[in-house]
Nanobody, 121 residues
Framework: QVQLVESGGGLVQPGGSLRVSCAAS????????MGWYRQAPGKQRDLVAT???????NYADSVKGRFTISRDNAKNTVYLQMNSLKPEDTAVYYC???????????????WGQGTQVTVSS
C-alpha cells in the first residue's frame, strides 16, 4: 500500500502566503513525478504544478511567478509554496505521485485526500 498525506491548508487573506506539504509512505521503491492539482466547487480538477525526480518543474499559467513546487526525495515529500494568494486560488488541493511499489512492475498514480485552501478577507 501507498499513502499520500497532505497538510498545511487553511484560511488566508488575499495577498498572503501558505505552504502545503504531501508525504508519501508505504511500500515504495521509487517516485517519479510528483505534483499538485486543485479543484474548486463545481469545476474540474486542474493541474497546478509538477516536479520530476530530478527537479524539473512545470506550472499552470495562472500560478507562474506566485507558486513554487519543491520536493525532498529522501523524505518522499513534495511541497507547494503559495504566495500572493488570490480568492480564485480557493480550492481543494490534491497531491499526486507516480509510484513504483515493491510489488509492482510499473509506476502507478496515487492521490492524497485533499486539503482545503481558502483565500478570503
Amino acid at each position: 500500500q501507498v499513502q499520500l498525506v497532505e497538510s498545511g491548508g487553511g484560511l488566508v487573506q488575499p495577498g498572503g502566503s501558505l505552504r502545503v506539504s504531501c508525504a508519501a509512505s508505504g511500500s515504495i521503491v521509487s517516485i517519479s513525478n510528483m505534483g499538485w492539482y486543485r479543484q474548486a466547487p463545481g469545476k474540474q480538477r486542474d493541474l497546478v504544478a509538477t516536479i520530476t525526480s530530478g527537479g524539473s518543474t512545470n506550472y499552470a499559467d495562472s500560478v507562474k511567478g506566485r507558486f513554487t513546487i519543491s520536493r525532498d526525495n529522501a523524505k518522499n515529500t513534495v511541497y507547494l509554496q503559495m504566495n500572493s494568494l488570490k480568492p480564485e486560488d480557493t480550492a481543494v488541493y490534491y497531491c499526486n505521485a507516480k509510484v513504483l511499489r515493491t510489488s509492482g512492475i510499473a509506476y502507478r498514480d496515487y492521490w492524497g485526500q485533499g486539503t482545503q485552501v481558502t483565500v478570503s478577507s
